[in-house]
């Protein structure tokens, strides 16, 4: 019912900048709470940066002040914009979203394909 499609990531040297996209495509009515996660070789899945219908948001300790998570409810997508990138931020960038579908009272929750981040030193 709902696709998210994930881009911009890439190769960066550490100090650099990518932004991150997450488009959705579907039987969309509007968007809930959405977030990016990333997944290092070896490590758990990890929450970076999240943001709730009301535009609240939430971030990683090791992000703040560094990533900004958007959205455009118009386009729907939503963006992570990263800054000042580090080695140790090289992942697999997923988003996360969970949507209201134009059924009445239905929704949908799943995660992109990933993206990978790499930050060389």
């Known amino acids: 019912q709902v696709q998210l499609v994930e881009s911009g990531g890439g190769l960066v040297q550490a100090g650099g900048s990518l932004r991150l996209s997450c488009a959705a495509s579907?039987?969309?009515?509007?968007?809930?709470?959405m977030g990016w996660y990333r997944q290092a070789p070896g490590k758990e899945r990890e929450l970076v940066a999240a943001?709730?219908?009301?535009?609240?948001?939430n971030y990683a300790d090791s992000v703040k002040g560094r990533f900004t998570i958007s959205r455009d409810n118009a386009k729907n997508t939503f963006y992570l914009q990263m800054n000042s990138l580090k080695p140790e931020d090289t992942a697999v960038y997923y988003c996360?979203?969970?949507?209201?579908?134009?059924?009445?009272?239905?929704?949908?929750w799943g995660w992109g394909q990933g993206t990978q981040v790499t930050v060389s030193s």
């Open positions: 996360n979203a969970e949507v209201a579908l134009t059924t009445p009272e239905s929704t949908w």
């Open positions: 943001i709730t219908k009301g535009g609240s948001t």
């Open positions: 579907g039987s969309i009515f509007s968007f809930n709470d």
